[in-house]
């Protein structure tokens, strides 16, 4: 299992909060939605207007974002409309999968598993686990108290999953519905999850 790189015993540990995007037309539909920029439905767009309740726009020393519209509307009406976007946190790219279910992708492929086969013409596990590393990297290296991170279902659970030390593959282990919060955070020096998936 890889590995990330950090010091044995942390001084510094900040909360990490993770937000997942509001309902799209294909989230609400069970179609894979990578590249494609949708934006949110009406349930979505009020979805993300009541995560502001949630969280307290002062508290957060870093705020980023995916540069897709249903994650940066998101935060947008979540009140963080100055997120800074990083490329890193675009959801897995599904190639040949993208705009398909997965009961449909199993009729030509039944053993099929974006965890640990990828999509064809899209990223491998592998491609997915070194951007996400450079998220994980960035966020323990940051010197606040608490950062916020807007995103998409499957990059997050992989985020969740490679906090830990967890394999890409554990992500699926980590259900993740639109507009839910997560909180990453520690166990002493353990990076531990304190919440996941809350309404």
């Keep these: 299992m890889a590995t990330i790189r950090h010091t ?14 509001g309902q799209t037309e294909w989230s609400r539909d069970g179609k894979h939605t990578g ?8 349930v979505g767009e009020e979805a993300a207007r009541s995560l502001a309740a949630r969280l307290d726009g002062a508290a957060f020393g870093l705020v980023l974002s995916s540069p897709l519209q249903r994650a940066r509307v998101t935060a ?10 990083d490329d890193d946190l675009r959801e897995w790219d599904y190639g040949d999968y993208e705009g398909i279910t997965t009961p449909q992708i199993r009729e030509t492929d039944p053993d099929w598993s974006l965890w640990t086969d990828g999509a064809p013409g899209g990223e491998r596990p592998k491609d997915v686990e070194t951007r996400v ?16 991170v807007f995103a998409h279902g499957h990059i997050l659970r992989v985020l969740g ?38 309404p």
Excluded at 8 to 21: F, G, M
Excluded at 35 to 42: C, G, Q, S, V, Y
Excluded at 76 to 85: M, P, V
């Design 76 to 85: 947008e009406l979540a009140g963080f409309a100055s997120a800074e976007l």
């Design 161 to 198: 999953a490679r906090w830990v030390g967890l394999p890409v593959a554990d992500g699926a282990r980590l259900r993740l519905d639109t507009a839910t919060v997560s909180v990453l955070g520690w166990e002493r020096e353990t990076p531990a999850i304190d919440r996941w998936n809350a």
């Design 8 to 21: 044995d015993q942390p001084t510094h540990r900040p909360e990490i909060w993770l937000v997942r995007h």
């Design 133 to 148: 590393d450079r998220v994980v990297e960035r966020l323990r290296s940051f010197d606040g108290e608490k950062a916020l």
């Design 35 to 42: 590249a494609t920029d949708l934006p949110l439905t009406p």
